[in-house]
């Protein structure tokens, strides 16, 4: 929770304010994770939760931390947010170390955890915004204005002075999100963000995501099981399964990998009588006057071997293209796929 990432715990070390590389801001990489781990439990009852990971987020990028349940997402993002203690490993916010300057490192993130409640519900959704705001350092006239902004954009204003408590779970996680940006902070961890959202408020805050990372250079980490959400606004992708990083992509080469081998062709007719000639595993539909016929796991030799085949019983070809598989099919054979291991050829 949010309220326990300040005060609690402090070091007794000082804090010195220097940044590595501070000289060269946008040489810093919003967040730096390296070797991470986090492990629960002791003897027999170990659980690796996190295995080593280790990645960098520059300013201005969505990363989608994506993978099935209980696969370790959380146990990241709060191990970023300083809320929970690494087993191992090191993560650094802006230049700060999360262990070693931590209400500095906490300072620069908003975080919307999920599962735990991020505001306080006996406050109004106004006061929780003004009680996030100073607790991150700003003043009442800073925050004002911005609160406005936030929870008219939610449509939350005209209901701003009800207790949080009485919303429901959808408003909540509104007054969540605004308290995660209220302060405008240059770091933001949202897991499961649109979670119980409405159609138009969903629409809303991916629209934040979206300019909040590429007109204000905010690097955004993000987990969802909404995998066209995923798509549209990461531009990394970063798959995790039983705590083991198993792609860690840009969003389009991820998928481009899967599209080589894949193909739609459409030819004129109804699909009666091409039946001898599709392979086997392709998907064959009717689409208005035309047949589509969906090549999956076809290289291009099997593509000109259908093509050939199609001649041969004088089909009418219209149409063929390369398909871009959706995020969903990628991320299912990616999971299912034991060996699967991808890495950017140029990480
Ligand atoms: N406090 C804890 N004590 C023991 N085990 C924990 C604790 N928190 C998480 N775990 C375990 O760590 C693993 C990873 O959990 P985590 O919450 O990070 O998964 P997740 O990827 O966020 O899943 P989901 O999609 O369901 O939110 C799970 O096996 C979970 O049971
Ligand atoms: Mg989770």
């Known amino acids: 929770m949010l309220r326990t990432s300040e005060g609690a715990k402090e070091r007794p070390l000082p ?8 000289s060269d801001e946008e040489r810093v990489a919003a967040v730096d994770v390296r070797r991470l781990t ?46 929970i203690a690494p087993s191992s490993g090191t993560v650094r916010v802006k230049g700060f170390d999360v262990a070693r300057q931590r209400s500095l490192a906490v300072r620069q993130i908003g975080a919307v955890l999920e599962g735990s409640r991020n505001v306080y519900w006996p406050l109004s959704a106004w006061q929780n915004l003004l009680y996030f705001g100073r607790l991150k350092g700003l003043r009442g006239p800073e ?14 204003w005209e209901r701003r002075h ?29 897991d ?27 690097a955004i980490v993000l987990t969802t099981h909404q995998l066209e959400v995923a798509q549209e606004l990461a531009d990394r992708i970063a798959v995790i399964r039983e705590g083991d990083i198993i792609a860690d992509l840009p969003t389009a080469e991820l ?18 009588g091409l039946t001898p000639v599709v392979p086997d595993g392709a998907r064959v539909e009717a689409a208005g006057d035309a047949t589509l ?6 290289d291009s030799a099997a593509l000109y071997a259908f093509l050939g085949r199609l001649e041969g019983l004088g089909a009418h070809l219209l149409s063929v293209r390369q398909v871009q598989p959706a995020l969903e099919e990628v991320f299912i054979r990616l999971l299912h796929d034991g060996s699967a291991k991808l890495e950017s050829a140029g990480s």
């Open 38 to 83: 986090k492990t629960y439990g002791r003897g027999a009852r170990t659980l690796t939760a996190v295995k080593p990971m280790t990645m960098t987020i520059p300013p201005g990028h969505v990363l989608g931390l994506l993978g099935p349940n209980g696969a370790g997402k959380t146990t990241t993002i709060k191990m970023i947010a300083g809320l």
């Open 162 to 190: 009800e207790r949080v408590g009485s919303f429901s779970r959808g408003m909540q996680q509104k007054v969540a999100v605004a308290a995660a940006l209220i302060a405008d902070p240059p770091v933001v961890l949202l």
């Open 192 to 218: 499961e963000p649109t979670l119980g959202l409405d159609v138009e408020a969903a629409r809303t805050v991916k629209g934040w995501v979206a300019r909040l990372a590429r007109h204000e250079g905010k």
């Open 293 to 298: 016929v969906t090549l999956a796991d076809a």
């Open 255 to 272: 998928l481009s990998r899967y599209a080589e081998d894949r193909f739609q062709v459409l030819t004129a007719g109804p699909p009666d």
């Open 15 to 22: 804090e010195r304010a220097e940044r590595r590389d501070a």
């Open 143 to 156: 925050i004002k204005p911005r609160a406005r902004q936030l929870l008219t954009e939610l449509g939350l």
